[in-house]
């Protein structure tokens, strides 16, 4: 990346409530193209609210989103899937398509308005499939498939629209280990060609891992950012989460991890 490219992605000042409650309190995030940014908190912190205000699906009430330098709102529908993919932490339900018609679907920005898909969608599609391990789905329909199967295909679905900007809310939350692995592994191979990912992460380790850069959020606000050593400490983690811990550097991979020793207000064991 050179020094004159934008940010990938933006948020400045972004502020969001409902029914007078703040879900989001003026909050910054910025991703760099071609950087790793994992989002975490606890429940409710706001981390879901955040990626759907960056993908453009709230109507935020203060602040602006800037997606590769350029206001979300100026931005049309079909300009914004063709730079940006988002996979949702539920799975949505869609009846009666099988998971190749619904990774398929992923071609849909870079189609003409009254074009069809082609040979290269359907290698695309496929392509996608294959990197997620969701090949032998290909004929099934979702309503046949578990939860962590069908947050495969959509996945593979936000692959198939070749995004620049990948934004995940918890990709790993309904899959096995071996899965959640495979997941974060390819989202990092994405990334060190040229992707840019943001993603809520529950699995404080995981994030440690696979992310260049983490922003803390707390009640709607962020309590720390930067990278992983920077954002999780002791004292970090503690104030966000309500425990008491040791952060150590993993032996086998390097990465930080984090020992849970109790709850904040709890008696020393």
């Given at each position: 990346m050179n020094g004159h490219e934008p940010p990938a992605i933006v948020a400045e000042d972004l502020s969001y409530s409902v029914e007078a409650q703040t879900l989001l309190d003026v909050v910054h995030?910025?991703?760099?193209?071609?950087?790793?940014?994992?989002?975490?908190?606890?429940?409710?912190?706001?981390?879901?609210?955040?990626?759907?205000?960056?993908?453009g699906m709230l109507r935020h009430q203060h602040g602006a989103v800037r997606l590769e330098g350029t206001d979300l709102r100026s931005l049309s529908s079909r300009e914004v899937a063709a730079a940006l993919a988002l996979v949702p932490q539920i799975a949505p339900y869609t009846h009666g398509f099988t998971s190749f018609e619904l990774v398929l679907m992923g071609r849909y920005p870079h189609l003409g308005r009254f074009q069809i898909e082609g040979r290269e969608d359907d290698r695309i599609a496929r392509d996608a499939m294959r990197r997620t391990d969701t090949e032998r789905f290909a004929d099934r329909t979702l309503d046949t498939l578990s939860g962590g199967e069908r947050q495969r295909i959509f996945v593979s679905r936000a692959l198939a629209q070749q995004p620049r900007i990948l934004l995940l809310d918890e990709p790993t939350s309904n899959l096995d280990v071996y899965h959640q692995l495979k997941v974060l592994d390819l989202v990092r191979q994405l990334v060190d060609e040229g992707l840019t990912a943001v993603a809520a992460i529950h699995d404080l380790?995981?994030?440690?891992?696979?992310?260049?850069?983490?922003?803390?959020?707390?009640?709607?606000?962020?309590?720390?950012?930067?990278?992983?050593?920077?954002?999780?400490?002791p004292e970090a983690i503690e104030s966000a989460f309500g425990v008491r811990c040791a952060v150590y550097q993993e032996p086998v991979t390097g990465s930080l991890a984090i020992s849970l020793i109790g709850p904040a207000d709890g008696e020393d064991a």
């Open positions: 995030l910025h991703a760099e193209q071609g950087q790793f940014v994992g989002i975490i908190g606890p429940n409710g912190a706001g981390k879901s609210t955040l990626l759907r205000a960056l993908s380790h995981m994030a440690a891992r696979y992310c260049d850069r983490l922003v803390l959020l707390s009640e709607g606000r962020v309590l720390a950012e930067g990278t992983p050593d920077e954002v999780l400490t």
